[in-house]
């Protein structure tokens, strides 16, 4: 089983829909959690950390229940420009180091 | 402009020989962090550095090398001996003791022939 899961999409949806993706984490111990965004064949940009209580950037909106081990991304009114990959980051601790674990990413394209 | 350079963007090399990837950081980050992504696979750890003139395997240093001579660099040696180096390889650095944002370098896309 992987570390952190992620449906890889694509998920082709129109301007101005909402959009959700969710990503599981199999490690309990897990201490932090983020959504990256990866546009086509460049690096990885940290889009906003997850926190406990829940966390609003605008049109975006991130959510962790630890109980079930798993993160949540909710785009609203989704713009052309946030046709990319986001991926699923969680931040474990491996013998004091500590290591970040991305998800395969889940792939969004919005369409006019 | 404070970020991370790789060089080079594209890389080239026949099958068999060594090659080193660049990672050059000004944003006086402690540790830097080598990682390759394959089609279909998230990023993978190969190697991370804490500190100068320290540094550890990640989780498939097999067929890599690296050095940390220097605070702000931490070039990557793709060795003959990793059987599929063809992958886009991403440097990375944070300030250590935060375990939040890891920058990224624009990352080297390695094809061997």
């Known amino acids: 089983r992987k570390e952190v899961e992620q449906d890889p999409g694509p998920f082709n949806v129109p301007e101005g829909a909402t959009v959700a993706f969710n990503c599981t984490y199999s490690?309990?111990?897990?201490?932090?959690f983020f959504w990256y965004r990866q546009d086509c064949r460049k690096e990885p940009k940290l889009l906003m950390s997850v926190y406990s209580s829940g966390n609003e950037d605008g049109r975006f909106t991130a959510q962790l229940n630890r109980a079930s081990q798993y993160i949540s991304l909710l785009i609203r009114d989704s713009k052309l420009s946030d046709s990319a990959t986001y991926l699923c980051?969680?931040?474990?601790?491996?013998?004091?180091?500590?290591?970040?674990?991305f998800g395969t990413g889940t792939r969004l394209l919005v369409s006019p | 402009d404070g970020g991370i350079t790789q060089s080079p963007k594209y890389l080239f090399r026949k099958e068999g020989q060594n090659v080193t990837l660049s990672c050059e950081q000004n944003?006086?980050?402690?540790?830097m962090y080598w990682y390759r992504q394959d089609p279909g696979q998230g990023l993978r750890l190969i190697y991370y550095?804490?500190?100068?003139?320290?540094?550890q395997k990640g989780d498939i240093a097999e067929g890599y090398s690296v050095s940390r001579e220097k605070k702000e660099s931490f070039p990557l040696t793709v060795t003959s001996a990793q059987k599929n180096p063809t992958a886009f390889y991403l440097c990375?650095?944070?300030?250590?003791?935060?375990?939040?944002?890891?920058?990224f370098g624009p990352g080297t896309r390695l094809t061997v022939l």
């Open positions: 550095s804490q500190i100068v003139n320290d540094f």
């Open positions: 490690n309990s111990a897990s201490q932090s």
């Open positions: 990375a650095s944070r300030v250590r003791g935060q375990p939040n944002e890891q920058f």
């Open positions: 980051v969680v931040n474990t601790r491996n013998t004091g180091f500590q290591k970040l674990v």
């Open positions: 944003l006086n980050h402690d540790a």
